[in-house]
């Protein structure tokens, strides 16, 4: 039974940080692709970091490079996203997700429709 569990959401004010972890249990073998999405009220999800498991290497949406790192330890048990210089912009539910290898892909580690497992997600609120 694969899970991701998300958590180290807040309310903070901007040009603070935070620092989100994803903690995954069951098989992580086949994972070939990690990613934080996030979706703000009213909006679609969107892909904000992710992270080939079998390389290290990452993606960032434009909105967030430069101020988001996202990184994993060795086993792909926990993912984290560092975010910097947060901006009010940047409030919404951020949610885990994880890929297996084989299944349905577009090429794009950002796109929330090659992700096969999801976390309940954790609000982060950034006000002015």
């Known amino acids: 039974q694969v899970q991701l569990v998300e958590s180290g959401g807040g309310t903070v004010q901007a040009g603070w940080s935070l620092r989100l972890s994803c903690s995954a249990s069951g098989s992580t073998y086949s994972w070939q692709w990690m990613a934080w999405f996030r979706q703000a009220e009213g909006k679609e999800r969107e892909g904000v970091a992710a992270?080939?498991?079998?390389?290290?290497?990452?993606r960032y949406a434009d909105s967030v490079k430069g101020r988001v790192t996202i990184s994993q330890d060795n086993a792909k048990k926990t993912l984290v996203l560092q975010m910097n210089s947060l901006k009010p912009e940047d409030t919404a539910m951020y949610f885990c997700?994880?890929?297996?290898?084989?299944?349905?892909?577009?090429?794009?580690?950002?796109?929330?429709?090659?992700?096969?497992?999801w976390g309940q997600g954790t609000q982060v609120t950034v006000s002015s």
């Open positions: 997700a994880a890929r297996l290898y084989g299944t349905k892909w577009n090429g794009n580690p950002l796109a929330k429709e090659n992700f096969d497992y």
């Open positions: 992270i080939y498991t079998c390389g290290g290497g990452t």
